[in-house]
Protein backbone atom coordinates (compact mmCIF):
# COMPACT_ATOMS: atom_id res chain seq x y z
CA UNK A 1 0.00 0.00 0.00
CA UNK A 2 1.54 3.59 -1.03
CA UNK A 3 0.92 6.11 1.28
CA UNK A 4 0.00 9.29 -1.00
CA UNK A 5 -2.95 7.20 -3.37
CA UNK A 6 -4.07 5.37 0.51
CA UNK A 7 -3.46 8.10 3.06
CA UNK A 8 -5.29 10.58 0.20
CA UNK A 9 -8.49 8.23 -0.06
CA UNK A 10 -8.85 7.89 3.50
CA UNK A 11 -8.59 11.46 4.79
CA UNK A 12 -11.19 12.03 2.41
CA UNK A 13 -13.46 9.47 3.62
CA UNK A 14 -12.30 10.43 6.81
CA UNK A 15 -13.92 14.05 6.22
CA UNK A 16 -17.13 13.30 4.84
CA UNK A 17 -18.99 16.76 5.40
CA UNK A 18 -16.25 18.53 4.10
CA UNK A 19 -15.13 16.34 1.02
CA UNK A 20 -19.25 15.89 0.00
CA UNK A 21 -19.56 19.81 0.52
CA UNK A 22 -16.70 20.23 -2.20
CA UNK A 23 -17.74 17.34 -4.38
CA UNK A 24 -20.72 19.45 -4.61
CA UNK A 25 -19.44 22.40 -5.43
CA UNK A 26 -16.71 20.77 -8.62
CA UNK A 27 -20.18 19.04 -9.55
CA UNK A 28 -21.72 22.45 -9.98
CA UNK A 29 -18.77 23.52 -11.83
CA UNK A 30 -18.19 20.28 -14.51
CA UNK A 31 -22.45 20.78 -14.74
CA UNK A 32 -21.79 24.70 -15.87
CA UNK A 33 -19.29 23.31 -18.69
CA UNK A 34 -21.20 20.85 -19.52
CA UNK A 35 -24.60 22.11 -19.75
CA UNK A 36 -23.08 25.19 -20.92
CA UNK A 37 -21.25 23.95 -23.65
CA UNK A 38 -23.14 21.83 -25.06
CA UNK A 39 -26.07 24.66 -25.32
CA UNK A 40 -23.94 26.85 -26.92
CA UNK A 41 -22.54 23.90 -29.27
CA UNK A 42 -25.97 22.77 -30.20
CA UNK A 43 -26.81 26.58 -30.81
CA UNK A 44 -24.06 26.51 -33.19
CA UNK A 45 -24.56 23.29 -34.74
CA UNK A 46 -28.67 24.23 -35.02
CA UNK A 47 -27.27 27.40 -36.69
CA UNK A 48 -25.01 25.79 -39.11
CA UNK A 49 -27.34 23.05 -40.37
CA UNK A 50 -30.06 25.88 -40.75
CA UNK A 51 -26.99 27.54 -43.32
CA UNK A 52 -26.80 24.12 -44.49
CA UNK A 53 -30.04 23.88 -45.65
CA UNK A 54 -30.74 27.10 -46.78
CA UNK A 55 -30.42 25.90 -50.54
CA UNK A 56 -32.78 29.19 -51.36
CA UNK A 57 -31.43 32.44 -51.69
CA UNK A 58 -35.10 34.16 -52.08
CA UNK A 59 -38.46 33.10 -50.19
CA UNK A 60 -41.28 34.68 -52.21
CA UNK A 61 -44.61 34.77 -49.51
CA UNK A 62 -48.22 36.20 -50.34
CA UNK A 63 -47.71 39.78 -49.21
CA UNK A 64 -51.21 39.51 -46.68
CA UNK A 65 -49.45 36.81 -45.30
CA UNK A 66 -45.60 38.67 -44.65
CA UNK A 67 -45.39 39.58 -41.11
CA UNK A 68 -41.70 39.39 -40.25
CA UNK A 69 -42.31 36.99 -37.31
CA UNK A 70 -44.02 34.63 -39.57
CA UNK A 71 -40.82 34.83 -42.16
CA UNK A 72 -38.21 33.92 -39.39
CA UNK A 73 -40.44 30.95 -38.20
CA UNK A 74 -40.21 30.12 -41.28
CA UNK A 75 -36.66 30.54 -42.20
CA UNK A 76 -35.45 29.56 -39.00
CA UNK A 77 -37.96 27.05 -37.45
CA UNK A 78 -38.85 25.27 -40.36
CA UNK A 79 -42.39 26.60 -39.24
CA UNK A 80 -45.40 26.55 -41.39
CA UNK A 81 -47.85 29.78 -42.37
CA UNK A 82 -50.80 28.72 -43.53
CA UNK A 83 -51.25 31.35 -46.24
CA UNK A 84 -51.68 31.07 -50.01
CA UNK A 85 -51.83 32.69 -53.33
CA UNK A 86 -52.21 32.06 -56.61
CA UNK A 87 -50.31 29.29 -58.54
CA UNK A 88 -49.82 31.85 -61.32
CA UNK A 89 -47.27 33.45 -59.28
CA UNK A 90 -44.87 30.75 -59.99
CA UNK A 91 -45.07 31.13 -63.08
CA UNK A 92 -44.17 35.10 -62.75
CA UNK A 93 -41.32 34.73 -60.51
CA UNK A 94 -40.22 31.90 -62.81
CA UNK A 95 -40.37 34.51 -65.50
CA UNK A 96 -37.80 36.70 -64.14
CA UNK A 97 -34.48 37.24 -64.63
CA UNK A 98 -31.68 35.67 -62.51
CA UNK A 99 -33.43 32.47 -61.45
CA UNK A 100 -31.48 29.15 -61.34
CA UNK A 101 -33.80 27.19 -59.73
CA UNK A 102 -37.75 27.15 -58.68
CA UNK A 103 -39.70 25.89 -56.34
CA UNK A 104 -43.16 25.87 -54.73
CA UNK A 105 -44.50 24.71 -51.42
CA UNK A 106 -48.06 24.25 -50.13
CA UNK A 107 -48.59 24.14 -46.67
CA UNK A 108 -51.33 22.21 -44.81
CA UNK A 109 -52.32 22.12 -41.35
CA UNK A 110 -51.61 18.85 -39.44
CA UNK A 111 -52.82 15.83 -40.81
CA UNK A 112 -53.55 12.34 -39.11
CA UNK A 113 -51.01 9.76 -39.87
CA UNK A 114 -51.52 6.72 -38.28
CA UNK A 115 -47.95 5.93 -36.52
CA UNK A 116 -47.86 10.13 -35.96
CA UNK A 117 -48.99 13.50 -36.53
CA UNK A 118 -47.16 16.17 -38.25
CA UNK A 119 -47.95 19.25 -41.02
CA UNK A 120 -47.17 18.26 -44.33
CA UNK A 121 -45.32 20.26 -47.12
CA UNK A 122 -46.04 19.39 -50.65
CA UNK A 123 -43.60 20.02 -53.60
CA UNK A 124 -44.34 19.67 -56.94
CA UNK A 125 -41.20 16.69 -57.06
CA UNK A 126 -38.20 16.03 -55.80
CA UNK A 127 -36.43 17.53 -58.13
CA UNK A 128 -38.43 20.40 -57.98
CA UNK A 129 -37.14 19.94 -54.15
CA UNK A 130 -34.19 18.72 -54.58
CA UNK A 131 -32.04 22.22 -53.69
CA UNK A 132 -33.73 22.99 -50.52
CA UNK A 133 -33.79 19.73 -49.02
CA UNK A 134 -30.83 17.91 -50.58
CA UNK A 135 -28.44 19.55 -48.30
CA UNK A 136 -30.14 17.51 -45.57
CA UNK A 137 -31.82 14.21 -46.96
CA UNK A 138 -29.61 11.81 -44.69
CA UNK A 139 -31.04 8.51 -46.64
CA UNK A 140 -32.80 8.45 -49.69
CA UNK A 141 -34.28 5.57 -52.20
CA UNK A 142 -33.23 7.66 -54.93
CA UNK A 143 -35.25 9.15 -57.44
CA UNK A 144 -38.03 11.21 -58.21
CA UNK A 145 -41.16 11.34 -56.06
CA UNK A 146 -43.78 9.22 -57.72
CA UNK A 147 -47.66 8.84 -56.08
CA UNK A 148 -47.99 8.30 -52.58
CA UNK A 149 -44.05 8.72 -52.01
CA UNK A 150 -43.28 10.80 -49.20
CA UNK A 151 -40.09 12.27 -47.15
CA UNK A 152 -40.01 12.70 -43.71
CA UNK A 153 -38.59 14.70 -40.79
CA UNK A 154 -36.00 12.70 -38.85
CA UNK A 155 -38.35 13.12 -35.30
CA UNK A 156 -40.75 10.79 -37.28
CA UNK A 157 -40.67 6.78 -36.02
CA UNK A 158 -40.78 5.75 -39.81
CA UNK A 159 -37.75 4.75 -41.47
CA UNK A 160 -37.25 4.62 -45.45
CA UNK A 161 -38.65 1.40 -46.75
CA UNK A 162 -41.75 1.64 -44.57
CA UNK A 163 -45.18 3.23 -44.76
CA UNK A 164 -47.10 6.25 -43.34
CA UNK A 165 -51.13 6.27 -43.27
CA UNK A 166 -53.00 9.64 -43.74
CA UNK A 167 -56.61 9.36 -43.69
CA UNK A 168 -56.17 5.30 -44.95
CA UNK A 169 -54.10 6.10 -47.37
CA UNK A 170 -50.64 4.66 -47.32
CA UNK A 171 -47.57 6.36 -48.24
CA UNK A 172 -44.23 5.05 -48.96
CA UNK A 173 -41.28 6.94 -46.93
CA UNK A 174 -38.90 7.27 -49.87
CA UNK A 175 -36.37 9.50 -47.44
CA UNK A 176 -35.48 10.67 -44.50
CA UNK A 177 -34.40 14.31 -43.52
CA UNK A 178 -31.41 14.77 -41.06
CA UNK A 179 -32.10 16.18 -37.84
CA UNK A 180 -31.99 19.96 -37.93
CA UNK A 181 -32.96 20.59 -34.69
CA UNK A 182 -36.69 22.74 -35.94
CA UNK A 183 -40.19 22.12 -36.55
CA UNK A 184 -39.20 20.04 -40.06
CA UNK A 185 -38.12 17.05 -37.79
CA UNK A 186 -41.64 16.43 -37.81
CA UNK A 187 -42.61 17.69 -41.01
CA UNK A 188 -43.62 15.19 -44.23
CA UNK A 189 -42.84 16.11 -48.11
CA UNK A 190 -44.42 15.10 -50.92
CA UNK A 191 -46.05 15.84 -54.48
CA UNK A 192 -49.02 17.57 -55.40
CA UNK A 193 -50.64 14.05 -56.82
CA UNK A 194 -50.03 12.73 -53.60
CA UNK A 195 -51.66 15.75 -51.66
CA UNK A 196 -54.76 16.08 -54.27
CA UNK A 197 -55.42 12.33 -53.28
CA UNK A 198 -54.92 12.76 -49.25
CA UNK A 199 -57.07 15.93 -49.74
CA UNK A 200 -59.37 13.83 -51.31
CA UNK A 201 -59.65 10.81 -48.75
CA UNK A 202 -59.87 13.42 -46.17
CA UNK A 203 -63.39 14.66 -47.51
CA UNK A 204 -64.74 11.20 -48.29
CA UNK A 205 -63.60 10.47 -44.47
CA UNK A 206 -66.40 13.31 -43.77
CA UNK A 207 -63.20 15.41 -42.35
CA UNK A 208 -62.95 18.97 -43.61
CA UNK A 209 -59.61 19.59 -43.02
CA UNK A 210 -57.97 21.28 -46.64
CA UNK A 211 -61.84 22.00 -47.99
CA UNK A 212 -60.71 24.54 -50.21
CA UNK A 213 -57.39 24.45 -50.97
CA UNK A 214 -56.82 22.76 -54.54
CA UNK A 215 -52.99 22.09 -55.19
CA UNK A 216 -53.31 22.89 -57.89
CA UNK A 217 -54.51 26.29 -57.78
CA UNK A 218 -52.25 27.69 -54.21
CA UNK A 219 -48.84 27.59 -53.70
CA UNK A 220 -47.83 29.07 -50.08
CA UNK A 221 -44.59 30.22 -50.88
CA UNK A 222 -41.87 30.42 -53.62
CA UNK A 223 -38.38 29.15 -53.02
CA UNK A 224 -35.68 30.49 -55.68
CA UNK A 225 -32.03 29.47 -56.03
CA UNK A 226 -30.25 33.01 -57.78
CA UNK A 227 -27.94 32.69 -60.61
CA UNK A 228 -24.42 32.46 -59.75
CA UNK A 229 -24.05 35.56 -62.32
CA UNK A 230 -26.67 37.64 -60.80
CA UNK A 231 -26.51 39.50 -57.69
CA UNK A 232 -29.03 38.03 -54.96
CA UNK A 233 -29.84 41.55 -53.79
CA UNK A 234 -30.61 42.49 -57.97
CA UNK A 235 -32.98 39.56 -58.31
CA UNK A 236 -34.60 40.67 -55.01
CA UNK A 237 -35.31 44.08 -55.53
CA UNK A 238 -36.40 42.90 -59.20
CA UNK A 239 -39.31 40.63 -57.26
CA UNK A 240 -40.37 43.16 -55.08
CA UNK A 241 -40.39 45.61 -57.87
CA UNK A 242 -42.33 43.39 -60.32
CA UNK A 243 -44.28 40.35 -58.91
CA UNK A 244 -47.17 42.55 -57.38
CA UNK A 245 -49.10 41.26 -54.25
CA UNK A 246 -46.31 39.33 -53.17
CA UNK A 247 -43.19 40.21 -50.67
CA UNK A 248 -39.39 38.82 -51.16
CA UNK A 249 -36.93 38.23 -48.72
CA UNK A 250 -33.43 36.74 -48.56
CA UNK A 251 -33.72 33.93 -46.27
CA UNK A 252 -30.01 34.95 -45.02
CA UNK A 253 -31.17 38.06 -43.83
CA UNK A 254 -33.00 35.98 -41.19
CA UNK A 255 -29.98 34.36 -40.23
CA UNK A 256 -28.19 37.25 -38.82
CA UNK A 257 -30.83 37.76 -36.49
CA UNK A 258 -29.70 34.38 -35.06
CA UNK A 259 -26.33 34.76 -34.75
CA UNK A 260 -27.02 38.15 -33.22
CA UNK A 261 -28.59 36.40 -30.69
CA UNK A 262 -26.77 33.15 -30.59
CA UNK A 263 -23.42 35.64 -29.48
CA UNK A 264 -25.62 37.45 -27.13
CA UNK A 265 -26.89 33.78 -25.53
CA UNK A 266 -23.21 32.31 -25.29
CA UNK A 267 -22.00 35.40 -23.82
CA UNK A 268 -24.45 35.39 -21.35
CA UNK A 269 -23.65 31.73 -20.59
CA UNK A 270 -20.01 32.34 -21.07
CA UNK A 271 -20.07 35.11 -18.36
CA UNK A 272 -22.37 32.81 -15.78
CA UNK A 273 -19.80 29.69 -16.80
CA UNK A 274 -17.15 32.10 -15.97
CA UNK A 275 -18.53 33.57 -12.37
CA UNK A 276 -19.29 29.81 -11.13
CA UNK A 277 -15.55 28.45 -11.88
CA UNK A 278 -13.74 32.49 -10.48
CA UNK A 279 -16.17 31.66 -7.32
CA UNK A 280 -15.50 27.98 -7.14
CA UNK A 281 -12.22 28.00 -7.56
CA UNK A 282 -11.55 30.77 -4.76
CA UNK A 283 -14.10 28.49 -2.23
CA UNK A 284 -11.74 25.48 -3.33
CA UNK A 285 -8.85 27.24 -2.39
CA UNK A 286 -10.24 28.46 0.87
CA UNK A 287 -11.25 24.89 1.81
CA UNK A 288 -8.13 23.45 0.57
CA UNK A 289 -5.83 26.01 2.05
CA UNK A 290 -7.68 25.53 5.59
CA UNK A 291 -8.03 21.89 5.35
CA UNK A 292 -4.09 21.76 5.57
CA UNK A 293 -3.78 24.34 8.09
CA UNK A 294 -5.16 22.94 10.89
CA UNK A 295 -3.75 19.16 9.75
CA UNK A 296 -0.50 20.92 9.76
CA UNK A 297 0.66 18.31 13.16
CA UNK A 298 -0.58 15.43 10.66
CA UNK A 299 1.89 16.23 8.25
CA UNK A 300 4.50 16.92 10.73
CA UNK A 301 3.82 13.36 11.68
CA UNK A 302 4.96 12.22 7.98
CA UNK A 303 7.56 13.91 7.72
CA UNK A 304 8.93 12.21 11.12
CA UNK A 305 7.81 9.11 10.07
CA UNK A 306 10.09 9.44 6.51
CA UNK A 307 7.42 11.40 4.49
CA UNK A 308 9.84 13.76 2.17
CA UNK A 309 8.59 17.12 1.81
CA UNK A 310 8.15 15.92 -2.16
CA UNK A 311 5.53 13.05 -0.93
CA UNK A 312 3.91 15.48 1.72
CA UNK A 313 3.25 17.69 -1.47
CA UNK A 314 1.83 15.03 -3.60
CA UNK A 315 -0.38 13.92 -0.29
CA UNK A 316 -2.61 16.97 -0.34
CA UNK A 317 -2.53 17.28 -4.17
CA UNK A 318 -3.93 13.93 -4.55
CA UNK A 319 -6.30 14.37 -2.06
CA UNK A 320 -7.53 17.51 -4.00
CA UNK A 321 -7.60 15.65 -6.78
CA UNK A 322 -9.98 12.58 -5.49
CA UNK A 323 -12.45 15.40 -4.74
CA UNK A 324 -12.55 17.33 -7.89
CA UNK A 325 -12.23 14.39 -9.78
CA UNK A 326 -14.91 12.31 -8.40
CA UNK A 327 -16.97 16.10 -8.13
CA UNK A 328 -16.34 16.48 -11.47
CA UNK A 329 -17.55 13.42 -13.49
CA UNK A 330 -20.74 13.60 -11.05
CA UNK A 331 -21.36 17.04 -12.32
CA UNK A 332 -21.00 15.41 -15.82
CA UNK A 333 -23.48 13.18 -15.13
CA UNK A 334 -25.85 15.70 -13.73
CA UNK A 335 -24.78 18.35 -16.93
CA UNK A 336 -25.68 15.63 -19.62
CA UNK A 337 -29.06 14.46 -17.50
CA UNK A 338 -30.18 17.78 -17.87
CA UNK A 339 -29.11 18.30 -21.86
CA UNK A 340 -29.61 15.25 -23.29
CA UNK A 341 -33.37 14.51 -22.30
CA UNK A 342 -34.70 18.19 -22.09
CA UNK A 343 -33.13 19.54 -25.08
CA UNK A 344 -36.47 20.04 -26.68
CA UNK A 345 -37.76 22.05 -24.28
CA UNK A 346 -34.72 24.08 -23.77
CA UNK A 347 -35.20 24.60 -27.83
CA UNK A 348 -38.50 25.52 -26.87
CA UNK A 349 -37.54 28.12 -24.60
CA UNK A 350 -34.87 29.84 -26.41
CA UNK A 351 -36.53 30.25 -29.66
CA UNK A 352 -33.23 29.42 -31.60
CA UNK A 353 -32.62 25.93 -33.84
CA UNK A 354 -31.11 23.58 -31.73
CA UNK A 355 -29.37 20.66 -32.52
CA UNK A 356 -27.12 18.25 -30.34
CA UNK A 357 -23.38 17.77 -31.33
CA UNK A 358 -22.65 14.08 -32.25
CA UNK A 359 -21.88 11.70 -29.48
CA UNK A 360 -18.19 12.06 -29.98
CA UNK A 361 -18.11 15.81 -29.29
CA UNK A 362 -20.53 15.49 -26.20
CA UNK A 363 -17.69 12.49 -25.40
CA UNK A 364 -14.59 14.63 -26.02
CA UNK A 365 -16.51 17.44 -23.94
CA UNK A 366 -16.82 15.52 -21.20
CA UNK A 367 -13.87 14.26 -21.14
CA UNK A 368 -12.40 17.65 -21.40
CA UNK A 369 -14.67 18.68 -18.17
CA UNK A 370 -13.28 15.94 -16.33
CA UNK A 371 -9.74 16.85 -16.93
CA UNK A 372 -10.40 20.68 -15.95
CA UNK A 373 -12.17 19.69 -12.70
CA UNK A 374 -9.09 17.66 -11.82
CA UNK A 375 -6.82 20.62 -12.84
CA UNK A 376 -9.36 22.77 -10.92
CA UNK A 377 -8.48 20.66 -7.89
CA UNK A 378 -4.49 20.67 -8.73
CA UNK A 379 -4.25 24.46 -9.11
CA UNK A 380 -6.14 24.89 -6.03
CA UNK A 381 -4.65 22.79 -3.73
CA UNK A 382 -0.90 24.04 -4.97
CA UNK A 383 -0.77 26.74 -2.55
CA UNK A 384 -1.19 24.56 0.32
CA UNK A 385 0.77 21.73 -0.81
CA UNK A 386 3.76 24.00 -1.71
CA UNK A 387 3.47 25.56 1.80
CA UNK A 388 3.00 22.33 4.47
CA UNK A 389 5.64 20.99 2.14
CA UNK A 390 8.09 23.71 3.03
CA UNK A 391 7.50 24.38 6.52
CA UNK A 392 9.95 22.56 9.29
CA UNK A 393 8.39 19.81 10.89
CA UNK A 394 10.05 21.08 14.24
CA UNK A 395 8.61 24.18 13.43
CA UNK A 396 5.11 23.13 13.36
CA UNK A 397 5.83 20.61 16.03
CA UNK A 398 6.87 23.81 18.43
CA UNK A 399 3.71 25.73 17.42
CA UNK A 400 5.37 28.67 15.57
CA UNK A 401 3.37 28.15 12.57
CA UNK B 1 26.19 4.27 15.96
CA UNK B 2 27.44 7.63 17.68
CA UNK B 3 25.36 10.92 17.62
CA UNK B 4 27.40 13.94 18.00
CA UNK B 5 26.17 17.57 17.93
CA UNK B 6 29.66 20.13 17.52
CA UNK B 7 28.91 23.96 18.12
CA UNK B 8 25.00 23.27 17.05
CA UNK B 9 22.81 27.11 17.27
CA UNK B 10 19.51 27.69 16.08
CA UNK B 11 18.26 31.34 15.97
CA UNK B 12 14.81 32.53 14.86
CA UNK B 13 14.03 36.09 12.80
CA UNK B 14 10.64 37.51 15.16
CA UNK B 15 8.14 39.08 13.17
CA UNK B 16 7.51 42.51 14.50
CA UNK B 17 9.38 45.78 15.92
CA UNK B 18 12.82 45.64 17.43
CA UNK B 19 15.07 43.10 17.73
CA UNK B 20 13.88 40.93 15.06
CA UNK B 21 16.83 37.60 15.72
CA UNK B 22 16.21 35.51 18.86
CA UNK B 23 18.92 32.79 19.52
CA UNK B 24 17.25 29.74 20.92
CA UNK B 25 19.88 27.40 20.68
CA UNK B 26 23.48 29.16 21.75
CA UNK B 27 26.76 27.10 20.14
CA UNK B 28 26.28 23.18 21.28
CA UNK B 29 28.08 20.24 21.51
CA UNK B 30 26.58 16.99 22.74
CA UNK B 31 26.83 13.29 22.34
CA UNK B 32 24.10 10.91 22.58
CA UNK B 33 25.33 7.33 23.65
CA UNK B 34 23.81 3.85 22.58
CA UNK B 35 22.01 2.22 25.25
CA UNK B 36 21.53 4.97 27.26
CA UNK B 37 18.83 7.58 28.41
CA UNK B 38 19.48 10.83 28.20
CA UNK B 39 17.49 13.60 29.98
CA UNK B 40 17.42 16.88 28.60
CA UNK B 41 15.13 19.25 31.41
CA UNK B 42 14.29 22.70 31.50
CA UNK B 43 11.90 25.44 31.97
CA UNK B 44 9.50 25.87 29.34
CA UNK B 45 10.90 28.15 26.55
CA UNK B 46 14.54 27.28 27.58
CA UNK B 47 14.80 26.12 24.01
CA UNK B 48 14.99 22.23 24.74
CA UNK B 49 12.18 20.81 22.01
CA UNK B 50 14.67 23.24 19.58
CA UNK B 51 17.76 21.19 20.27
CA UNK B 52 15.82 17.90 19.80
CA UNK B 53 14.44 18.77 16.62
CA UNK B 54 17.61 19.45 15.32
CA UNK B 55 19.49 16.38 16.59
CA UNK B 56 16.31 14.24 15.00
CA UNK B 57 16.76 16.24 11.70
CA UNK B 58 13.84 18.06 11.72
CA UNK B 59 14.78 21.29 12.12
CA UNK B 60 18.02 22.66 9.85
CA UNK B 61 20.57 24.40 12.51
CA UNK B 62 21.36 27.96 11.98
CA UNK B 63 25.30 26.44 12.42
CA UNK B 64 27.33 23.55 13.19
CA UNK B 65 26.43 19.72 12.41
CA UNK B 66 24.61 16.75 13.95
CA UNK B 67 26.71 13.95 13.00
CA UNK B 68 25.48 9.94 12.55
CA UNK B 69 28.44 7.84 12.53
CA UNK B 70 30.12 9.65 10.01
CA UNK B 71 27.16 11.49 7.89
CA UNK B 72 26.52 14.72 8.36
CA UNK B 73 22.57 14.46 8.29
CA UNK B 74 22.00 18.32 7.45
CA UNK B 75 24.21 17.80 3.96
CA UNK B 76 21.77 15.40 2.77
CA UNK B 77 18.72 16.24 0.23
CA UNK B 78 15.53 16.24 1.20
CA UNK B 79 14.76 13.04 -0.14
CA UNK B 80 17.43 11.19 1.33
CA UNK B 81 17.69 12.96 4.64
CA UNK B 82 13.52 11.43 4.92
CA UNK B 83 14.91 7.86 4.49
CA UNK B 84 17.73 8.02 6.65
CA UNK B 85 15.31 9.51 9.18
CA UNK B 86 12.90 6.62 8.37
CA UNK B 87 15.29 4.18 9.07
CA UNK B 88 17.49 5.56 11.98
CA UNK B 89 15.49 7.83 13.96
CA UNK B 90 12.44 7.57 16.39
CA UNK B 91 10.09 10.75 17.32
CA UNK B 92 7.57 10.92 19.95
CA UNK B 93 6.34 14.61 19.29
CA UNK B 94 5.36 16.79 22.10
CA UNK B 95 1.50 16.49 22.51
CA UNK B 96 -0.69 14.34 20.86
CA UNK B 97 0.37 13.63 17.24
CA UNK B 98 -1.69 11.17 14.86
CA UNK B 99 -3.19 10.74 11.61
CA UNK B 100 -6.81 10.72 12.27
CA UNK B 101 -7.82 8.87 9.26
CA UNK B 102 -5.30 5.78 9.91
CA UNK B 103 -6.44 3.43 12.58
CA UNK B 104 -3.85 2.72 15.47
CA UNK B 105 -2.47 0.03 13.48
CA UNK B 106 -2.00 1.73 10.41
CA UNK B 107 -0.61 4.75 12.86
CA UNK B 108 2.10 2.58 14.71
CA UNK B 109 3.41 1.44 10.85
CA UNK B 110 2.89 4.79 9.23
CA UNK B 111 6.56 4.69 7.81
CA UNK B 112 5.82 1.52 6.17
CA UNK B 113 3.07 3.03 4.79
CA UNK B 114 5.02 5.65 3.09
CA UNK B 115 8.21 3.30 2.12
CA UNK B 116 7.36 -0.59 2.29
CA UNK B 117 6.77 -3.83 -0.05
CA UNK B 118 3.89 -6.28 1.19
CA UNK B 119 6.28 -8.59 2.74
CA UNK B 120 7.56 -5.51 4.94
CA UNK B 121 4.08 -4.48 5.99
CA UNK B 122 3.49 -8.41 7.02
CA UNK B 123 6.18 -7.92 9.36
CA UNK B 124 5.75 -4.59 10.55
CA UNK B 125 1.77 -5.64 11.68
CA UNK B 126 3.48 -8.54 13.53
CA UNK B 127 6.03 -6.15 15.38
CA UNK B 128 3.28 -3.43 15.54
CA UNK B 129 0.83 -5.74 17.56
CA UNK B 130 4.00 -7.34 19.55
CA UNK B 131 4.83 -3.70 20.60
CA UNK B 132 1.28 -2.93 21.40
CA UNK B 133 1.03 -6.17 23.55
CA UNK B 134 4.07 -4.84 25.49
CA UNK B 135 2.34 -1.57 25.94
CA UNK B 136 -0.67 -2.69 26.46
CA UNK B 137 -3.00 -0.98 23.96
CA UNK B 138 -3.28 -4.53 21.76
CA UNK B 139 -7.03 -4.27 21.89
CA UNK B 140 -7.46 -0.84 20.27
CA UNK B 141 -5.67 -1.68 16.96
CA UNK B 142 -8.36 -1.39 14.74
CA UNK B 143 -10.07 1.70 16.69
CA UNK B 144 -9.27 5.30 14.96
CA UNK B 145 -7.26 7.81 17.14
CA UNK B 146 -10.41 9.59 18.52
CA UNK B 147 -11.26 6.78 20.37
CA UNK B 148 -8.18 6.30 22.68
CA UNK B 149 -7.19 8.38 26.21
CA UNK B 150 -3.73 10.54 26.38
CA UNK B 151 -1.96 7.37 27.86
CA UNK B 152 -3.30 5.66 25.31
CA UNK B 153 -2.13 7.46 22.11
CA UNK B 154 1.58 8.58 23.67
CA UNK B 155 1.87 4.86 23.95
CA UNK B 156 0.96 4.64 20.18
CA UNK B 157 3.31 7.59 19.51
CA UNK B 158 6.40 5.67 21.33
CA UNK B 159 5.00 2.50 19.65
CA UNK B 160 5.20 4.14 16.25
CA UNK B 161 8.38 5.22 17.03
CA UNK B 162 9.63 2.53 17.92
CA UNK B 163 8.31 0.33 14.60
CA UNK B 164 11.26 0.32 13.04
CA UNK B 165 13.97 -0.37 15.56
CA UNK B 166 15.42 3.02 15.23
CA UNK B 167 19.16 3.58 16.65
CA UNK B 168 17.74 6.56 18.64
CA UNK B 169 14.47 7.39 19.82
CA UNK B 170 13.94 11.70 20.48
CA UNK B 171 10.97 11.88 23.00
CA UNK B 172 9.67 15.56 23.28
CA UNK B 173 7.76 15.95 26.95
CA UNK B 174 6.37 12.28 26.20
CA UNK B 175 4.95 12.48 29.55
CA UNK B 176 2.94 16.01 29.59
CA UNK B 177 -0.36 15.93 30.54
CA UNK B 178 -0.19 11.95 31.82
CA UNK B 179 -1.55 11.47 34.74
CA UNK B 180 0.87 9.42 37.20
CA UNK B 181 0.10 6.15 36.57
CA UNK B 182 0.84 6.21 32.89
CA UNK B 183 3.73 8.68 33.03
CA UNK B 184 5.39 5.76 35.17
CA UNK B 185 4.16 3.65 32.45
CA UNK B 186 6.06 5.73 29.88
CA UNK B 187 9.34 6.32 31.77
CA UNK B 188 9.69 2.58 32.00
CA UNK B 189 8.80 1.57 28.27
CA UNK B 190 11.38 4.06 27.56
CA UNK B 191 13.81 2.88 30.06
CA UNK B 192 13.42 -0.58 29.19
CA UNK B 193 14.17 0.78 25.43
CA UNK B 194 17.46 2.32 26.54
CA UNK B 195 18.43 -0.61 27.93
CA UNK B 196 17.70 -2.84 24.79
CA UNK B 197 20.65 -1.03 23.00
CA UNK B 198 18.52 2.20 21.54
CA UNK B 199 19.76 5.68 22.36
CA UNK B 200 16.88 7.19 23.78
CA UNK B 201 17.51 10.94 24.37
CA UNK B 202 14.34 12.80 26.45
CA UNK B 203 13.26 16.47 26.74
CA UNK B 204 11.30 17.23 29.86
CA UNK B 205 10.18 19.27 32.78
CA UNK B 206 9.36 16.11 34.91
CA UNK B 207 11.15 16.18 38.06
CA UNK B 208 9.78 12.73 38.46
CA UNK B 209 11.96 11.49 34.94
CA UNK B 210 15.14 11.83 36.60
CA UNK B 211 15.49 8.56 38.67
CA UNK B 212 15.13 6.95 35.06
CA UNK B 213 17.81 9.02 33.40
CA UNK B 214 22.07 7.64 32.83
CA UNK B 215 22.64 11.03 31.98
CA UNK B 216 21.72 14.35 32.73
CA UNK B 217 21.75 18.04 31.37
CA UNK B 218 19.95 20.62 31.74
CA UNK B 219 19.12 24.14 29.32
CA UNK B 220 18.62 27.94 30.67
CA UNK B 221 17.95 30.32 27.69
CA UNK B 222 19.52 28.38 24.87
CA UNK B 223 22.41 26.65 26.99
CA UNK B 224 23.17 23.36 27.80
CA UNK B 225 25.19 22.03 30.58
CA UNK B 226 25.38 18.88 31.97
CA UNK B 227 24.32 17.94 35.79
Sequence with gaps: MKLTGSLSFRNVKGRPARSLALMILTAIMAASIVAGTITVTSLKTGLGALEARLGADIMVVPA????????????????????????????KVAAREGIEKISAQLFLASASAVCCSGPLRVSGSAREAEFTVAAWIRKSAGGELGLLDVVVGNDLSVFVGDT??????????????DKTGTDLDTAVYTNTDTIKKLIASSLELGMNDFKGIDPDKVVSCILIKVADDHPVDEVLNDLNLHVRRTKSFKTKDMISGVSDSLIGVSGIIGVLMCAVWVLGLVILFLAFTLSVNERKKEFAVLRIAGASRRKISRTVVSEALIITLTGGIAGIVAGLLIMLPFNGLIEESMGLPFLLPQAWVIAVLCAGAAVVSAAAGAVASAYSARRISRLDAGLILRGDN | MTITANDLSKEFIRQGKGTNRFVAVKPTDIAIEQGKLTLLMGRSGSGKSTLLNMLAGLLAPTSGNVMYGDSDIYTLDDDKLSEFRMEHIGVIPQGQTVVGSLTVLENIC??????GTADDHAAAHTYARELMERFGIAELENELPSALSGGELRRMAIARAMIRKPDVIFADEPTCDLDDENTELVLNILKNTAAGGTAVFMVTHEKDAVGYADIRYSMNAGEIGRR
Design chain 2, 110 to 115: LSYLIH
Design chain 1, 64 to 91: SAASKKDLENIVLQGSMGYFYMDRSYYD
Design chain 1, 164 to 177: ITFYNVKCNVVAKL
